[in-house]
């Protein structure tokens, strides 16, 4: 069965740091870029970073651009999102994806899976 399980979200203060966990639990999207979406309350999805499949090329969203690293680890199937400096805006349901590559991950074209989301929430 196809699954992709996030784990890491929680309440936190401003200015803390999370670590999200994103894990592949069947090893199905090894060849596949990977990425991070957020949704806040009344909001639409949108996106946060992503990865090609080499690990070697990263896109960011200029609203967390500096403050979050995209990472994966081949040999456990899992893509990290290790935010710092969080605010209360950061406040979201944060999703994994699978997608092609970064760049249309990026664009939130093709998204082939999403995960069940994982609650953030930021205080002030």
């Known amino acids: 069965q196809v699954e992709l399980v996030e784990s890491g979200g929680g309440l936190v203060q401003a200015g803390s740091s999370l670590r999200l966990s994103c894990a592949d639990s069947?090893?199905?999207?090894?060849?596949?870029?990977r990425g991070w979406f957020r949704q806040a309350p009344g909001k639409g999805r949108e996106f946060v970073a992503a990865?090609?499949?080499?690990?070697?090329?990263?896109l960011y969203s200029d609203a967390m651009k500096g403050r979050v690293t995209i990472s994966r680890d081949a040999a456990r199937n899992t893509v990290s999102l290790q935010m710092n400096s969080l605010k209360p805006e950061d406040t979201a349901v944060y999703y994994c994806?699978?997608?092609?590559?970064?760049?249309?991950?990026?664009?939130?074209?093709?998204?082939?899976?999403w995960g069940q989301g994982t609650q953030v929430t930021v205080s002030s």
């Open positions: 994806a699978v997608g092609a590559t970064a760049s249309t991950l990026a664009a939130m074209r093709g998204i082939r899976y």
């Open positions: 990865i090609d499949r080499t690990g070697r090329n990263t």
């Open positions: 069947g090893s199905t999207f090894a060849g596949y870029g």
